[in-house]
T-cell receptor, first 116, second 119 residues
Framework: NAGVTQTPKFQVLKTGQSMTLQCAQDMNHNSMYWYRQDPGMGLRLIYYSASEGTTDKGEVPNGYNVSRLNKREFSLRLESAAPSQTSVYFC???????????????FGNGTRLTVT | AQTVTQSQPEMSVQEAETVTLSCTYD???????LFWYKQPPSRQMILVIRQEAYKQQNATENRFSVNFQKAAKSFSLKISDSQLGDTAMYFCAFLEPNAGGTSYGKLTFGQGTILTVHP
């Protein structure tokens, strides 16, 4: 019953450092997503992968890169962290194309990232 | 441009009363899906209810129901008999078809409404 697993849970970076947030799901879902949550801004879509082998930009992709490593894993990379990237990051997955159009998102528990 | 708008940053309601949270969205598509999610202080995201745009009937899940007005692009959530455990942030979400309209992928959220249920 793991669902969507995100690592790490917490991270502090200095400006300019890089890091990768890892996400894995064990539900055989086709689609995976990365969101950031900031006070007053709701959840904003960074990148998504509708199916293995594809990735698309969301609302706020600048400063981030993603890799859909395989069907299970979807990582988010910050190449040069900035204080504006301080946020809570959520990974999510859903069944997606060919599996059920109306399937909802299943979320990980989030990563709290602070950039100083 | 914001696709999904929740115009009420905060709402409060007395226990056992009814409250309605509003959500509007912007699209030129005719087929899409809408969701309401709840995020309690634990930060966990929980699906509350979903609506298919091609269905005229409003979705209901126990004490939760929606008022889906497709022409007005409005998707409000009604919580009846409010309970203390309903205290949370509520997000409206919109799932739109990909280019070509053969599948769905991009799912965007509103800014959220903080709901507080008072005893």
């Amino acid at each position: 019953n793991a669902g969507v697993t995100q690592t790490p849970k917490f991270q502090v970076l200095k400006t300019g450092q890089s890091m990768t947030l890892q996400c894995a799901q064990d539900m055989n879902h086709n689609s995976m997503y990365w969101y950031r949550q900031d006070p007053g801004m709701g959840l904003r879509l960074i990148y998504y992968s509708a199916s293995e082998g594809t990735t698309d930009k969301g609302e706020v992709p600048n400063g981030y890169n993603v890799s859909r490593l395989n069907k299970r894993e979807f990582s988010l990379r910050l190449e040069s962290a900035a204080p504006s990237q301080t946020s809570v990051y959520f990974c999510a997955s859903r069944k997606g194309p060919g599996q059920g159009d109306n399937s909802p998102l299943h979320f990980g528990n989030g990563t709290r990232l602070t950039v100083t | 441009a914001q696709t999904v708008t929740q115009s009420q940053p905060e709402m409060s309601v007395q226990e056992a009363e009814t409250v309605t949270l509003s959500c509007t969205y912007d699209t030129s598509e005719s087929n899409y899906y809408l969701f309401w999610y709840k995020q309690p202080p634990s930060r966990q995201m929980i699906l509350v209810i979903r609506q298919e745009a091609y269905k005229q009937q409003n979705a209901t899940e126990n004490r939760f129901s929606v008022n889906f007005q497709k022409a007005a692009k409005s998707f409000s959530l009604k919580i009846s008999d409010s309970q203390l455990g309903d205290t949370a942030m509520y997000f409206c979400a919109f799932l739109e078809p990909n280019a070509g309209g053969t599948s769905y992928g991009k799912l965007t959220f509103g800014q959220g409404t903080i709901l507080t249920v008072h005893p």
